[in-house]
């Protein structure tokens, strides 16, 4: 389709859109006005019977109360007309009575307003007493309307009785009537009442339909009046002209007129110069590149606008054909430049790839040689701990002590290996927890007070009696740091002190952050090497290794420890005075929880008894530490070598706990835990399960919740640890 056919046919289109949304429009504006004039009616009907009850309750009422006036009474016992005269008619026009009528209780008209019975004046009663009083003995409070001497008149009536009768149980004395004319005066009253409203008295037969007039805005409303039979016997047509919705549906068309001619004719105006300035232009091009005719380019080039440039161009694009050809032979080039690029990123991503899976392998091997390496230093420890506990000798207690020290120095040393490769590879995590942290910090003073006393050293530890001690975070790792400071300032220091201090140095709503110092008496470090003993396998002096052991990467893992947390650690020292090592922690304010039982005094009686334990553990040494400990604390035990012996030991006997290693022959222990927590219906289904494994890595310790583990424990463990925690599910079978 040629170019100014799309343009006609977008036009139409246009324009039968824009008359489309004329109708819609119009249809609302429409559907608006009709909302707004039903809404009206239902106003002018509830604002008329509003306008006309509250023009009758002022003659209803009068009537009413002084049906009850003692005078009144008296004046009907009395045959007194004065009184009526002189204290009813006289106030007849302020409370819109027109008419007076008294009537005996045996049907007599003791009264009317044009005289004292009730053909005087010509004021004729306006019906048979004999049947009102027959309806007044039934009803005797009656409201209704009549028509009486070419008159509409509205009538009230109420029994006359004395107004100490409460509640009115006494024979009325007779019956007070009023009346008032529903005319000219009366309409044009209530027209007063209201805004623009118009009241016409009409015969019944003048009731319509049409609550609305929708050409003229108009709206209609009938009040019927009943009479003395409930019976229509007149209509009050209430209309109300609502001109500002004409004025406002016409401004609204108006309007809309005079859009949709502006906008025709800004349509028409930009399809003329679309079609003079770009569709004829736009015609000769094509015919000039469809028929490689030069002479329409040559016309169009006179043309000094954006054809003509553009004419110029495609006649330059012949010359320039050469030259295109020029620039296909460079992008060749290009794209083999580009197929070599892309094969030397398809090369790095193969290396990458590889190196990932060095760095599983790496992960893996780590795995494997954490537990490799602390399983048998777990049975050695484990085994050093059962020994301690028996009566030795003096000599075999030397040995025993050796052995402890030498199989936790090589643990150490496992421990910083891992740590470090851990930190190194970017899979260092923290754990955050509730603690105590003057109780923890008193945990690590109580583990190195032995060794202080060995060398006769001083050991104090000094804490901020002002500092918040309920904190939340890594308790784990800040005692990890202290130990490695503290083991370090032992070590180096041969006479005097070591000590340990922490105080608060800033405080907000949430957070602490809190200064801890490791201070010592011993051999120093001089300048020239204070910037390098954080450095990894670096120590101050290359006599240091050999003369008190060690790997150098304590310092290292300790200041990582600190940095990954968001501290800093810097060191003071001076060669021959001392050191003193001082980082900086922030810490989460937090209510202290404390999961485990607390610590028992030394030599104080460890006791489980009646406790029942599953031992899931292949390795025989392991074994017999963990069976050497739970026989000393009185626990009942059973040893199984895998996972599947597991399940099947527990859906046989009844057991309150489970130690679960976790690298096991057929079915390892997260294996094992899977199966027992899928078993829904199986008794044994919520029973607490402790990993205990070698592997130390936190690919390790990060997942093990996802199997369904309550707890972990890695070996080698501490055996008041162990017992702590046994003692936690202990305490809550017992009760």
Wanted: some cysteine; overall charge neutral.
């Amino acid at each position: 389709m040629k170019a100014r056919n799309q343009l006609l046919l977008i036009f139409l289109t246009a324009i039968i859109l824009l008359v489309a949304t004329t109708f819609v429009l119009l249809s609302a504006i429409n559907k608006k006005n009709n909302v707004l004039l039903e809404a009206g009616y239902y106003d002018l009907e509830k604002e008329a019977g509003k306008i006309v009850a509250m023009k009758s309750n002022v003659l209803e009422n009068w009537v009413y109360d002084n049906s009850f006036w003692n005078e009144l009474v008296t004046t009907v016992k009395k045959q007194d007309t004065a009184w009526v005269t002189e204290n009813l008619v006289s106030c007849m026009s302020k409370f819109n009575a027109d008419h007076i009528w008294l009537v005996n209780t045996d049907g007599s008209l003791f009264y009317n307003s044009a005289g004292t019975n009730g053909v005087a004046g010509g004021n004729h009663f306006f019906m048979q007493l004999p049947l009102l009083l027959d309806s007044l003995q039934k009803n005797p409070f009656k409201h209704f309307y009549v028509q009486h001497n070419n008159e509409t008149i509205e009538i009230f009536t109420a029994p006359v009785q004395p107004g100490n009768d409460d509640k009115r149980t006494s024979k009325p004395l007779g019956y007070f009537i009023a009346g008032q004319r529903i005319n000219a005066g009366y309409l044009t009253s209530l027209s007063s009442l209201s805004v623009k409203d118009v009241y016409k008295l009409l015969p019944v037969e003048a009731l319509s339909n049409d609550r609305i007039v929708k050409e003229n805005s108009l709206v209609n409303h009938y009040i019927q009046l009943h009479d003395f039979y409930n019976q229509p016997l007149r209509l009050i047509k209430v209309s109300k002209k609502m001109e500002a919705l004409n004025t406002y549906k016409k401004d609204l068309r108006n309007y809309l007129l005079i859009f949709i001619s502006v906008v025709l004719a800004i349509g028409l105006i930009l399809f003329l110069f679309f079609k003079t300035r770009i569709i004829s232009p736009l015609n000769m091009l094509s015919v000039s590149l469809a028929k490689k005719n030069d002479s329409f380019l040559q016309k169009l080039k006179l043309n000094k606008n954006e054809f003509g440039e553009l004419a110029g161009l495609i006649s330059d694009f012949f010359l320039q054909n050469e030259v295109l050809k020029e620039e296909i032979d460079t992008r060749v080039k290009s794209e083999n430049t580009l197929k070599k690029t892309a094969s030397e990123l398809q090369k790095a991503t193969v290396d990458k790839i590889r190196a990932e899976q060095a760095h599983l392998a790496k992960t893996e091997f780590l795995s494997t040689m954490s537990h490799e390496i602390r399983t048998p230093i777990n049975g050695v420890i484990g085994v050093c701990n059962l020994l301690m506990e028996e009566k030795l000798t003096k000599q075999q207690t030397d040995y025993v002590n050796i052995l402890n020290f030498s199989s936790r120095h090589l643990l150490s040393i496992v421990s910083d290996i891992l740590d470090f490769s851990k930190i190194e590879s970017g899979n260092f995590q923290f754990d955050k927890t509730s603690f105590d942290l003057k109780k923890t910090c008193l945990n690590v003073i109580e583990l190195y007070e032995p060794r202080a006393g060995e060398k006769n050293l001083e050991l104090f530890f000094e804490p901020d009696e002002n500092t918040s001690f309920s904190l939340y975070g890594d308790s784990v790792r800040l005692c990890q740091v202290i130990t490695n400071l503290l083991s370090n300032a032992i070590k180096f220091t041969h006479s005097g002190s070591v000590s340990l201090c922490y105080k608060t140095i800033s405080e907000t709503g949430s957070h602490t952050t809190i200064q801890f110092t490791v201070k010592d008496t011993g051999i120093g470090i001089s300048k020239d090497k204070i910037d390098t003993i954080f450095e990894k396998f670096t120590q101050a002096d290359s006599s240091t290794s050999s003369n008190y052991g060690g790997t150098g990467l304590g310092l290292t893992i300790s200041k990582k420890l600190v940095e990954l947390q968001g501290g800093k650690m810097h060191v003071k020292s001076e060669p021959g005075k001392g050191s003193e090592f001082i980082f900086y922690l922030s810490f989460e304010k937090h209510v202290y929880v404390n999961s485990l039982p607390a610590p028992g005094k030394a030599g104080s009686i460890k006791n489980l008894q009646g406790l029942k334990i599953l031992i899931a553990e292949d390795n025989t040494i392991n074994a017999q530490v963990l069976s050497g400990f739970l026989k000393k604390w009185q626990v009942n035990f059973d040893i199984v070598v895998n996972g599947s012996d597991a399940v099947e030991m527990l859906a046989q006997k009844d057991f309150d706990l489970v130690l679960m290693d976790l690298q096991m022959p057929v079915m390892d222990g997260k294996e094992a835990t899977l199966a027992i927590r899928k078993n829904k219906t199986a008794s044994y289904f919520n029973i607490p399960i402790i990993a205990l494994t070698a592997d130390a890595t936190s690919e390790t310790q990060n997942t093990i919740d996802q199997y369904g583990f309550n707890q972990y424990l890695a070996k080698p463990f501490n055996p008041d640890a162990l017992y702590r925690l046994l003692k936690k599910y202990y305490d809550v079978y017992a009760t």
